[in-house]
């Protein structure tokens, strides 16, 4: 069948598996909701210090709920021998990964952005800078999904990879961290954000064209 | 090249484990209508040469041709299938999920799915999900790939595995029709073939030092 047929393909099949295991994929989602809601309770009641960090605890918490949603990628099809069978494909096995990984961020990323704004709310983030927390969640999500598929396809075939893929992932995490809080931050005061939410775009398309390639490889790798 | 009949070759293949020599200078050439059956003992290098072969593994020294060419992705991958130790299917999925994916990721072969069902009596199954099915249906399952994607090479590492009497001879029934129309297989079996109409040729990996 046609190219595009098998990436559609990959991403119903992914989605229906998301929706058939639903506890393993809420797991990232209820951890984000959690850690920013304790916050609060571990600050006090110091309105102006919450608010103030705000950007960045919202942010650091949908990097840590992005990287324990990273394992489920590959984790199963590699124990099954799906992913055996989809690197046998004779459809390029970068544009299958891409796939993949656009359904995971289907399944991640986006309820991450979809609660985001009324968490930032809950802290107390002025509403102007609202807009700018889901555009920074839109455009660096998908880098954390893009980015971890290259650790988790490295990785994929030790059996106890996960202290390896933090020690591989995060470094790469830091540009978008770094870049969505202060644009988040900003916005809050009232100040332009085009340059870092500019940034952001560029990262992320830099990822979309250049994550695949290697995550290919490194699955090629794993499965030996 | 449709009607030249495919053959696969290797070449001075040889295959090192943790310091040890699996096997060495390995030489074979498998054409269609031929079934090409890998024998020796647990630990010999059976699964290893078959991934190999797949290109899951790259050989230590040696190639593999592909009618003639070095296996190059896609224009051998179109051309084989492969059914390993592990079913590969998903265990959250329906039968005909799983075999729609699979048909996705390969090309349109002789069979629809519902046909290919049928042949490895699964038919009525389609809706299941594979999590309730049992080992040897599973690997009934996982065989019927076979039929529904276009392919000449066959790759088998154990296809008897967990099935019955009945399942035995149902997938040699299946894989003398395969090897007939002018395909071919290369598989490991613990399992004698009773196959007296085939051409097989056997490799005794044990020996092959």
Same mark, same amino acid.
């Given at each position: 069948m046609?190219?595009?047929?098998?990436?559609?393909?990959i991403?119903?099949?992914?989605? *229906?598996?998301?929706?058939?295991?639903?506890?393993?994929?809420?797991?990232?989602?209820?951890?984000?909701?959690?850690?920013?809601?304790?916050?609060?309770?571990?600050?006090?009641?110091?309105?102006?210090?919450?608010?103030?960090?705000?950007?960045?605890?919202?942010?650091?918490?949908?990097?840590?709920?992005?990287?324990?949603?990273?394992?489920?990628?590959?984790?199963?099809?590699?124990?099954?021998?799906?992913?055996?069978?989809?690197?046998?494909?004779?459809?390029?096995?970068?544009?299958?990964?891409?796939?993949?990984?656009?359904?995971?961020?289907?399944?991640?990323?986006?309820?991450?952005?979809?609660?985001?704004?009324?968490?930032?709310?809950?802290?107390?983030?002025?509403?102007?800078?609202?807009?700018?927390?889901?555009?920074?969640?839109?455009?660096?999500?998908?880098?954390?999904?893009?980015?971890?598929?290259?650790?988790?396809?490295?990785?994929?075939?030790?059996?106890?990879?996960?202290m *390896?893929?933090?020690?591989?992932?995060l470094?790469?995490?830091?540009?978008?961290?770094?870049?969505?809080?202060?644009a988040?931050?900003?916005?809050?005061?009232?100040?332009?954000?085009?340059a870092?939410?500019?940034?952001?775009?560029?990262?992320?398309?830099?990822?979309?064209?250049?994550?695949? *390639?290697?995550?290919?490889?490194?699955l090629?790798?794993? *499965?030996? | 090249?449709?009607?030249?009949?495919?053959?696969?070759?290797?070449?001075?293949?040889?295959?090192?484990?943790?310091?040890?020599v699996?096997?060495?200078?390995?030489?074979?050439?498998?054409?269609?209508h031929?079934?090409?059956?890998?024998e020796?003992?647990?630990?010999?290098?059976?699964?290893?040469?078959?991934?190999?072969?797949?290109?899951?593994?790259?050989?230590?020294?040696?190639?593999?041709?592909?009618?003639?060419?070095?296996?190059?992705?896609?224009?051998?991958?179109?051309?084989?299938?492969?059914?390993?130790?592990?079913?590969?299917?998903?265990?959250?999925?329906?039968?005909?999920?799983?075999?729609?994916?699979?048909?996705?990721?390969?090309?349109?072969?002789?069979?629809?799915?519902?046909?290919?069902?049928?042949?490895?009596?699964?038919?009525?199954?389609?809706?299941?999900?594979?999590?309730s099915l049992?080992?040897?249906?599973?690997?009934?399952?996982?065989?019927?790939?076979?039929?529904?994607?276009?392919?000449?090479?066959?790759?088998?590492?154990?296809?008897?595995?967990?099935?019955?009497?009945?399942?035995?001879k149902?997938?040699?029934?299946?894989?003398?029709?395969?090897?007939?129309?002018?395909?071919?297989?290369?598989?490991?079996?613990?399992?004698?073939?009773?196959?007296?109409?085939?051409?097989?040729?056997?490799?005794?990996?044990?020996?092959?030092?």
């Amino acid at each position: 069948m046609s190219l595009n047929q098998a990436f559609l393909a990959i991403i119903r099949r992914d989605l *229906i598996l998301a929706f058939r295991r639903r506890s393993e994929i809420a797991n990232p989602i209820f951890f984000f909701i959690l850690v920013v809601t304790l916050f609060p309770l571990g600050v006090g009641a110091q309105p102006k210090l919450l608010q103030a960090m705000a950007p960045g605890v919202i942010w650091v918490s949908a990097l840590l709920a992005a990287m324990l949603s990273l394992d489920s990628l590959f984790r199963s099809d590699f124990d099954d021998g799906s992913l055996e069978q989809m690197l046998l494909s004779s459809h390029p096995v970068a544009v299958l990964v891409l796939a993949k990984i656009f359904a995971h961020w289907l399944v991640t990323g986006l309820p991450l952005m979809m609660v985001a704004p009324l968490l930032g709310l809950f802290l107390g983030l002025p509403e102007q800078a609202l807009a700018t927390l889901v555009m920074t969640l839109l455009l660096g999500t998908p880098v954390l999904s893009l980015i971890g598929a290259i650790g988790v396809a490295l990785t994929v075939g030790l059996r106890r990879g996960g202290m *390896i893929l933090s020690l591989l992932v995060l470094p790469l995490y830091i540009p978008v961290l770094i870049f969505a809080s202060n644009a988040v931050d900003m916005a809050a005061t009232g100040m332009p954000v085009s340059a870092q939410l500019n940034i952001l775009a560029s990262i992320f398309f830099l990822s979309l064209v250049l994550a695949p *390639i290697p995550t290919a490889s490194a699955l090629k790798m794993s *499965i030996n | 090249m449709d009607n030249q009949l495919p053959t696969l070759q290797a070449a001075s293949l040889s295959c090192i484990r943790d310091d040890r020599v699996l096997f060495s200078s390995l030489d074979f050439s498998v054409h269609g209508h031929q079934i090409l059956l890998l024998e020796g003992q647990n630990g010999c290098g059976k699964t290893s040469l078959l991934r190999i072969l797949c290109g899951f593994r790259e050989p230590d020294a040696g190639v593999v041709l592909w009618c003639g060419n070095p296996c190059h992705r896609s224009a051998f991958y179109q051309d084989m299938a492969y059914v390993g130790h592990m079913d590969g299917v998903k265990k959250e999925l329906s039968v005909a999920e799983n075999l729609n994916i699979s048909l996705a990721l390969g090309s349109q072969g002789a069979m629809t799915v519902d046909q290919a069902l049928e042949k490895v009596r699964l038919a009525g199954y389609e809706d299941t999900l594979v999590h309730s099915l049992s080992a040897g249906q599973k690997r009934r399952l996982s065989l019927a790939r076979l039929l529904i994607t276009k392919n000449k090479l066959w790759i088998l590492d154990e296809p008897f595995t967990s099935l019955d009497k009945q399942g035995i001879k149902l997938i040699e029934s299946i894989m003398l029709e395969h090897v007939q129309a002018g395909g071919m297989i290369v598989m490991t079996s613990h399992h004698d073939l009773a196959m007296p109409s085939a051409d097989i040729q056997r490799i005794n990996l044990s020996q092959c030092h």
